[in-house]
């Protein structure tokens, strides 16, 4: 029981790393495409 709670933590740590990556990702481009507009203004 023990390592199978472990080995989900895992699996779920890295999910969750997954899932935070694609929200910085989203983040970035929203804050440089607004960016490139500030720039222009």
Do not use: I, P, T
């Amino acid at each position: 029981m023990e390592r199978k709670r472990k080995h989900f933590n895992k699996e779920f740590a890295k999910s969750n790393l997954s899932l935070n990556n694609e929200k910085w990702k989203f983040v970035c481009s929203k804050s440089k495409h607004f960016l490139k507009r500030a720039v222009k203004f």
